[in-house]
């Protein structure tokens, strides 16, 4: 076996950062300290993937401005192999390829201690409130690490994170042999698609406004299509299902008409899963549409550590799902530009990014 050669305590690294208050990254040189926390590991980034949130930082929106501490690396979406582990790490060794859960949590408060992680009240998140992954080498605590197959193609790895949001939200609700409603195709919401059909549901239908994800919904195997611009959802979803509606919706739009619309085409006793973060007020019939029909509301934050984690495992081992086409576009890390205006454009699945 080949001795690894020791780390110098400061190494010098490519990385995209946050620097100015204004829209835009930058890439640039930057200095990374090698000295670790007693349960901090150094990972080595193969890929990373490109995801809303940093696109939100890089046009600094509004919650960008009020969210992100300058100057910032960005990125959470990972897939890399640990290189150097501190003193107390025992979950992982260097060697393992893994991926990041992105919400550090505080294991201490009433959330965590009932095996609700997801929803700890001092969650901080990789990229966004510590410095992040598009970067040749990150540091996370051992705890974010989630080890994977060596066998599967790592490059891909990266867009667990994403999945693992996708998971959380359609397989709360039972699909197989359902009919289902994935209602906005961004990259997360393709990831629904695909996951629906991998677990076997009867019927899914594809909402969303822009025709390259329309297509790419349709390839991953959306039974029906709906472009919400050009035609009726509501008449079109009772019309494909017999006037019975859809057993369970994942929202990924965040979109107020579409949500308050779904309401109305959920069957009684049927589930939503909401994803989307809408930016208005939501106005619903919630005697009719909510408590005489029965119907189940599920609000969904990140993924539930670890069992998200290992649904998604299984789902990829059993290779029903379609990693290589929910991927749609790679570009080295310098690129990051090229790779932002794809994301506006919204042409696009999952972007990877390769340091």
Request: charged share 25%; glycine share 8%.
């Amino acid at each position: 076996m080949t001795k690894r050669k020791e780390l110098p305590e400061t190494i010098t690294m490519m990385a995209v950062t946050k620097e100015k208050p204004e829209p835009g990254f930058t890439y640039k040189k930057k200095q990374l300290s090698t000295l670790l926390e007693d349960n901090e590991v150094l990972i080595k980034v193969l890929s990373a993937s490109f995801c809303g949130t940093d696109y939100h930082i890089y046009t600094w929106d509004s919650w960008s401005q009020h969210r992100i501490k300058l100057p910032l690396t960005v990125g959470h979406e990972l897939c890399g192999e640990i290189i150097k582990i501190g003193k107390k790490v025992s979950r992982v060794q260097i060697g393992d390829v893994v991926s990041a859960e992105t919400h550090i949590i505080c294991n201490e408060c009433e959330f965590c201690l009932r095996n609700e992680g997801h929803i700890c009240k001092n969650t901080k998140i990789i990229g966004v409130d510590t410095d992040g992954c598009f970067a040749e080498y990150v540091k996370i605590p051992e705890a974010n690490c989630f080890v994977n197959d060596k066998n599967q193609d790592l490059l891909l790895l990266s867009i667990q994170e994403p999945l693992g949001n996708a998971v959380h939200t359609m397989m709360h609700f039972p699909l197989k042999d359902k009919t289902v409603a994935v209602l906005g195709c961004g990259p997360i919401g393709l990831m629904g698609v695909d996951i629906a059909q991998a677990v076997g549901a009867k019927q899914i239908i594809a909402i969303e406004v822009n025709e390259y994800r329309r297509n790419l919904a349709k390839k991953l195997g959306a039974t029906d299509i709906i472009n919400p611009i050009t035609q009726d959802v509501y008449q079109e979803i009772m019309r494909i299902t017999d006037n019975a509606g859809v057993d369970v919706i994942g929202e990924f739009s965040g979109n107020k008409i579409a949500i308050e619309q779904a309401f109305k085409y959920l069957k009684p006793g049927g589930g939503i899963s909401m994803l989307g973060i809408p930016s208005e007020p939501i106005e619903l019939d919630f005697a009719n549409d909510v408590v005489f029909k029965g119907v189940h509301i599920y609000g969904v934050v990140g993924r539930r550590i670890y069992e998200t984690w290992d649904q998604m495992k299984a789902l990829i081992a059993s290779k029903k799902l379609h990693l290589d086409q929910l991927v749609t576009h790679r570009f080295p890390l310098s690129s990051i530009k090229e790779a932002a205006d794809l994301m506006g454009s919204r042409n696009c699945g999952k972007i990877i990014l390769i340091p």
